[in-house]
Nanobody, 123 residues
Framework: QVQRVESGGGLVQAGGSLRLSCTASGRTLYNYGMAWFPQAPGKGREFVAGIRWSAGGTYYADSVKGRFAISRDNAKNTVYLQMDRLKPEDTAAYSC????????????????WGQGTQVTVSS
């Protein structure tokens, strides 16, 4: 069974920080990249950060450059998202995703998704 379990969400004031984690279990043999996708109420998922599993190359959406940092621990099959200088517009349910095949761009497409962890930033 393929699982992606996120944790680390919560309520924080604007300007604060949170660190999200996503641990993959089950089918982890083929993992070419992982990424984070927030989904705000009434909106679709938006890519914010991705990382290539083997080489560690990263890519960020313009909206989070300089504020968010993605990293991974290969031994733990875990990807992290360090979020600093949070803004109210960052409020969303953050899901992690895994690419089980080679992808040209870290924006996707992705094959396996977690359920999400809620991040709420108050003003």
């Amino acid at each position: 069974q393929v699982q992606r379990v996120e944790s680390g969400g919560g309520l924080v004031q604007a300007g604060g920080s949170l660190r999200l984690s996503c641990t993959a279990s089950g089918r982890t043999l083929y993992n070419y990249g992982m990424a984070w996708f927030p989904q705000a109420p009434g909106k679709g998922r938006e890519f914010v950060a991705g990382i290539r599993w083997s080489a560690g190359g990263t890519y960020y959406a313009d909206s989070v450059k300089g504020r968010f940092a993605i990293s991974r621990d290969n031994a733990k099959n875990t990807v992290y998202l360090q979020m600093d200088r949070l803004k109210p517009e960052d409020t969303a349910a953050y899901s992690c995703a895994t690419a089980a095949r080679i992808i040209a761009t870290l924006r996707g497409p992705y094959d396996y998704w977690g359920q999400g962890t809620q991040v709420t930033v108050s003003s």
